[in-house]
């Protein structure tokens, strides 16, 4: 197996100022206790629980925050609007209070399919006071994926847009029995009870509200997985898991409360409301939310004109940025920005020196699942960075390497052995559960251990190095082959914007490497190229573990958190069912 990338480590930015406990990471992680971080929140007032919307926002208004910018939102056509921490409050007071005046009752299932409004965000923190069970949905998401998540988590009301109600959710009324009501940001329909608008509802309602008693295990968020290798699963979070948010939001993502922060995730996906909602302002920072999609040249342009300074995002969106070059950053003052994060798949050592020439900071990798609620393991704030590793184990967290076998699970202590990642539980944004699916559940735990299903190795310095997900994993000629590594040694080709990579059947070798490869501009898909890149992967990775094929399109095919869909690739190349497609975005061959 080819050793991790040989790339110098980055050393720590001095425009980091992670928490000074956090100076000497092995002491910080040896003497870290979950119970500590409680010291970061105030809980309920009276000793009544602990709520995530009274820790994200409310809290503050005690410590005198009040006035203080908590989002900001950029609206699609140029708008701009602002509320404050106070302003927050009340409104998501508001909510609660409408929740109550339709009865609708703790534990039941609130909707959100919005875009990234304002709304979105009262909605959620609202329902979340209410103690309702919160289910935040991309709003490009068609019909069908709307109503089966609608049922497998029981809507009782749905947030949205009359266009988007009229357009996706009206023709699934019938399916929805129990969809009592439906929010409209905008004008309601005439002539259906059920359709209530927003702004009158709101209008109308108190803006003072008293969080009742929360038990820091009642569910909050029901967020389904990405769908990047089948059906998607409902992952079912609780109130507890604003623990790990205030740890990780400082200790991975290095928030302080004077830093104008944006998270370029939606909501629809865990990253977008955990780290787009939740931690920036249990953190009490600005939170910069941003309406319209993925485009380079406005992004640089938000993180100029919001001074930007802690900015969180994507390797697919690090890829396009790569795509179109560094000179399009120029002109940009982008000078208040000191950290960058990366997150949702694995960041290629090339994404991470690109940030470092383009942007004078590296991307920080970290990594989670909608599963763990946080940030698990991270190239955190106080650590030198190896580009390609996805970091080390928070404070809190406990990871390991181990193999399953018929006696339970064994632990890999040699370095750089590959095996499965998996994390002792408990901690506290740790899933409790997946909707209907207890069996699918019990099984993602032996020996006190949380399996993910994701195959890594550690080096002997203690960092993580992603090999890909047990499901993607190649196995060809006795070698088992890792679809990132072959990747990344694409992805140092210039001509190459993105790769994915799978196995197909072969004779001889059991299976062989496939990539799927597409171009930067300028560059022309031919056979010269195509000789190339076998070439040049065969160099850098070996014959046994190089690709024997490639195919160029015209993107990958990816999940709406943009994840590449390896097992669609694989489907159709060996002419499969294609599974469940609800999540697919881009594709185009
Ligand atoms: P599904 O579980 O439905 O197949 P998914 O696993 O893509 O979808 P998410 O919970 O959004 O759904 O993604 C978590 C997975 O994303 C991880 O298990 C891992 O495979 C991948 N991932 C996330 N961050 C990283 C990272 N920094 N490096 C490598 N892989 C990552
Ligand atoms: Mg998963």
């Not at 109308?204 to 038990?215: G, K, L, M, S």
Request: contains cysteine.
């Amino acid at each position: 197996m080819p050793q991790p990338p040989d790339h110098a480590l980055i050393h720590k930015p001095a425009s980091l100022r992670p928490d000074p406990n956090l100076a000497d990471y092995a002491q910080t992680a040896a003497q870290f206790r979950w119970e500590d971080a409680a010291k970061l929140l105030d809980g309920l007032p009276g000793g009544a629980g602990l709520n995530i919307a009274y820790e994200a926002v409310d809290r503050h208004l005690a410590h005198g925050r009040g006035d203080k910018v908590a989002l900001r939102w950029l609206g699609r056509n140029g708008e701009r609007s602002e509320l404050s921490y106070a302003k927050l409050a009340q409104a998501s007071n508001r909510f609660a209070n409408v929740l109550h005046s339709l009865g609708v009752q703790p534990g039941e299932g609130v909707f959100l399919l919005l875009g990234r409004l304002p709304q979105l965000y009262v909605a959620l923190l609202g329902a979340l006071k209410a103690r309702c069970v919160v289910t935040p949905l991309f709003s490009a998401f068609g019909p069908e994926p709307i109503a089966t998540r609608a049922e497998m988590g029981d809507a009782r009301v749905l947030v949205t847009t009359p266009e988007l109600y009229q357009r996706k959710v009206q023709g699934l009324r019938q399916r929805l029995p129990g969809l009592q009501h439906v929010i409209v940001v905008g004008e309601a329909p005439a002539g259906d009870a059920s359709v209530h608008s927003w702004a009158a509802l709101l209008d109308a309602a108190n803006p003072e509200y008293t969080i009742a008693p929360t038990d820091p295990e009642t569910v909050s968020l029901l967020h389904f997985t990405s769908g990047t290798t089948g059906r998607p699963k409902g992952a079912m979070h609780v109130h507890a898991a604003v623990l790990a948010h205030a740890v990780t939001g400082r200790y991975a993502l290095d928030l302080h409360d004077d830093d104008v922060y944006w998270c370029t995730a939606d909501p629809g996906w865990v990253t977008g409301t955990s780290y787009g909602i939740i931690a920036p302002l249990v953190c009490g920072v600005t939170n910069v939310v941003v309406e319209a999609e993925f485009d380079a040249q406005s992004w640089y342009g938000v993180l100029a004109s919001e001074h930007v300074t802690v900015w969180y995002t994507a390797p697919t969106a690090i890829r396009m940025m790569m795509k179109l070059g560094a000179e399009a950053l120029q002109g940009y003052d982008l000078s208040a920005l000191r950290f960058m994060a990366s997150v949702g798949e694995p960041l290629n050592p090339e994404a991470v020196l690109w940030g470092q020439q383009a942007f004078g900071l590296p991307f920080h990798d970290n990594w989670w699942q909608t599963e763990t609620g946080g940030i698990m393991i991270a190239n955190y704030a106080a650590m030198d960075i190896k580009p390609g590793s996805m970091g080390k184990p928070l404070p809190g967290i406990t990871a390991a390497i181990v193999q399953r076998d018929s006696s339970g699970l064994r632990l890999i202590d040699t370095p750089d052995t590959d095996g499965e990642l998996a994390l002792k539980v408990p901690w506290p944004s740790m899933m409790r559960g997946y909707l209907h699916e207890d069996e699918r559940y019990r099984k993602c735990f032996v020996d006190g251990w949380y399996l993910t299903g994701d195959l890594a190795r550690r080096d002997a310095d203690g960092y993580y190095w992603f090999v890909g997900r047990a499901d993607d994993v190649i196995k060809s000629s006795g070698h088992l082959i890792g679809p990132f590594e072959v990747e990344s040694a694409l992805l140092e080709h210039p001509a190459v914007a993105e790769a994915g990579v799978i196995g197909i059947p072969d004779p001889m070798a059991g299976e062989v490497v496939k990539a799927f490869v597409a171009l930067k501009p300028g560059f022309v898909a031919d056979e010269t190229l195509r000789s190339e890149l076998l070439g040049h992967a065969r160099k850098r990775l070996g014959a046994a573990v190089a690709p024997k094929q490639i195919e160029f399109r015209n993107n990958l095919p990816k999940t709406r958190s943009g994840k590449i869909m390896r097992r669609l690739l694989k489907a159709r190349e060996l002419g499969l069912p294609e599974g469940d497609l609800s999540t697919l975005e881009s594709d185009e061959k």
